[in-house]
Nanobody, 123 residues
Framework: QVQLVESGGGLVQAGGSLRLSCAASGRTFSSYSVGWFRQAPGKEREFVASISRSGGATVYADSVKGRFTISRDNAKNTVYLQMNGLKPEDTAVYYC????????????????WGQGTQVTVSS
């Protein structure tokens, strides 16, 4: 069992930056790959980024590639999402999720989810 808690969301102007954190409970956190997803009002949840169990591999959605960076610190049971060059279209609730599959990118392949953190980017 893994419990995930996101933090770091907020209101930022276009072009600004935020760093989201996903803190996990449990001693087996390094056994899971972790993904970030987001859901804007009236839209389906979409994949943002994923990081492998060791942190050695990452994958990004085309919409955030070059602007967002996912990383993890297994000693701290935490995954981060550094978001730079934010755009109004990045506005959404951001969720982290853990998967027993390595480098999972589909939401249905994630087993544990956090409660989400709101990111709002003003123009």
């Amino acid at each position: 069992q893994v419990q995930l808690v996101e933090s770091g969301g907020g209101l930022v102007q276009a072009g600004g930056s935020l760093r989201l954190s996903c803190a996990a409970s449990g001693r087996t956190f390094s056994s899971y790959s972790v993904g970030w997803f987001r859901q804007a009002p009236g839209k389906e949840r979409e994949f943002v980024a994923s990081i492998s169990r060791s942190g050695g591999a990452t994958v990004y959605a085309d919409s955030v590639k070059g602007r967002f960076t996912i990383s993890r610190d297994n000693a701290k049971n935490t995954v981060y999402l550094q978001m730079n060059g934010l755009k109004p279209e990045d506005t959404a609730v951001y969720y982290c999720a853990a998967s027993v599959m390595n480098m999972a990118t589909l939401s249905r392949n994630h087993d544990y989810w956090g409660q989400g953190t709101q990111v709002t980017v003003s123009s």
